[in-house]
């Protein structure tokens, strides 16, 4: 079978599950909180029993310990299973709202239905979690899916196609594995949402794709995400949750500090303790240590050790780590010094194991260091001044926020998660999630009265009636 051939099989499967999903979404939309939690204890009790086939699946993409999967993975969507089944049944509700004065004689409110059929395409970070937590809140919407999971993670891909035909019905939800053929061809068809989570260059090509069928869209993305250190801060404790935070996953987490500011009087200060956190977290020879894992693949290991490379021929410090070897796609623990905004690594997501060091010295300075770059995912505040935290908030803007710690605003489901402009687009989890997946349907009711008073022909008395009601309405 040539290439062609197999491109038109893939195709044509492709369109014939879309199809089927299509006639099937109205069945989907009328089920009630029952049959939609049925299926959300299917993936969690599968994930459950699973655990350890998750956790090799794993290994075998990035050689990553197993607590590390189940910390990063797997507990995230236990999580957030666990709330959608704890809430579903009063989401589900029609929302009631208030009559206004002018709108008297009526009654309204807001049903939430699902979108219909929707595509989700998963990244490879984090593939299994960051495929079934918007699984999970699709199904809990309604919605039919189509998983198209990350290629560069092959080991779990194909665990989650054997994880989904096994509980469900392609008709409802069907995983297409592939290239960016597979992901362009999916892209083609008129889905009702496209939930996507990647970098903000591939988001914009979802989104103009989306634009040709008028499909709402998800975006998930990344940037550079700044951490912010005072003078006030604890330092040994802010040194240890945002190495902890950067280097879990090899730094391969879309809301990991990207760069650091830190007051110019603490610095040293600072890069000490992180030094001495990262040699407590994987030892002095961290390539030996089975708790730090690896860059996915040889095409971003390279481009990590572009700019690296770059960085460093330009002047930057190494404090600590520069270490690689392009047979493992190994990384040390990295941290810079004395970079400039004209190097690469300042101007790019850096996603890996390397982390800049940048000094200020007045708060007005650190927010123009972050405003002169796009709309972050995730911005971090270790100060213990209420009045420097509150002056970086009010000067500043992200997708989300976490003061005095780092990256474990995603695992809270009772707020919201995503970005802003470049940084992505709606927001997810918890019952952001389930509304992100539905169609917010207002619903009005004439109970009483008549509006016919101001109907045209407009004389005398319907234009006074329509003045008195701008006046005083």
């Not at 699709?138 to 194909?158: D, F, H, Q, R, W």
């Not at 999916?186 to 914009?204: E, R």
């Not at 509150?390 to 926020?401: I, L, P, Q, V």
């Amino acid at each position: 079978m040539t290439l062609a051939t197999q491109n038109i099989d893939i195709e044509q499967d492709i369109l014939s599950v879309f199809n089927a999903q299509k006639n099937n979404a109205q069945s989907l939309a009328n089920t009630n909180a029952k049959i939609r939690k049925d299926k959300l204890r299917k993936l969690l009790d599968w994930t459950i029993a699973h655990e350890e086939q998750i956790g090799k699946a794993l290994f075998n993409d990035f050689k990553k310990n197993p607590a590390e999967t189940n910390l990063g993975e797997i507990l995230g969507v236990v999580g957030e299973i666990k709330h959608l089944l704890k809430h579903l049944n009063s989401w589900m509700k029609p929302q009631s709202v208030p009559t206004p004065m002018n709108m008297i004689g009526t009654s309204a409110h807001v049903r939430f239905e699902p979108k219909g059929v929707c595509l989700i395409i998963s990244p490879w970070n984090y593939p299994f979690n960051l495929s079934i937590k918007p699984l999970a809140q699709a199904i809990a919407a309604g919605n039919t899916v189509m998983l198209k999971p990350s290629e560069l993670t092959p080991n779990t891909s194909a665990l989650l196609k054997k994880m989904l035909s096994e509980l469900f019905e392609e008709n409802e939800v069907a995983v297409f594995e592939g290239d960016v053929e597979v992901s362009q061809t999916l892209l083609n068809l008129p889905f009702n949402h496209i939930f996507f989570t990647g970098s903000p260059a591939i988001g914009k090509i979802v989104m103009s794709a989306a634009a040709k069928n008028l499909t709402s869209v998800t975006l998930e993305l990344g940037g550079k995400s700044p951490c912010i250190v005072d003078e006030t801060a604890n330092i040994k404790k802010a040194a240890e949750k945002i190495a902890w935070g950067k280097f879990i996953n090899n730094g391969q987490t879309c809301i990991a500090p990207d760069y650091v500011l830190v007051h110019k009087s603490i610095a040293q200060e600072l890069i000490s303790s992180l030094k001495s956190a990262i040699t407590t977290m994987y030892g002095n020879e961290p390539k030996l240590s089975p708790d730090y894992c690896r860059i996915v693949n040889n095409r971003h290991f390279n481009r990590l050790n572009g700019l690296l490379k770059e960085a460093v021929e330009n002047g930057a410090t190494l404090e600590i780590g520069g270490q690689t070897d392009d047979s493992d796609n190994y990384i040390a623990p990295t941290i810079l010094s004395s970079l400039t905004d004209s190097m690469k690594i300042m101007q790019e997501e850096i996603f890996g194991p390397i982390l800049p060091i940048l000094s200020f010295s007045t708060n007005e300075e650190a927010i123009g260091q972050i405003k002169s770059r796009e709309k972050p995912l995730a911005m971090y505040i270790n100060s213990n001044k209420e009045s420097n935290i509150k002056y970086f908030m009010d000067n500043s803007s992200a997708g989300g926020t976490v003061i005095n710690d780092c990256v474990i605003h995603y695992g809270h489901t009772e707020i919201p998660f995503g970005g802003v402009n470049n940084s992505g687009i709606g927001k997810s989890g918890g019952i952001w999630g389930f509304i992100e997946f539905s169609n917010q349907r207002a619903v009005m009711r004439q109970k009483f009265g008549t509006f016919k008073m101001i109907y045209p022909p407009y004389t005398p008395f319907v234009s006074k009636l329509i003045k008195f009601f701008v006046k005083y309405i």
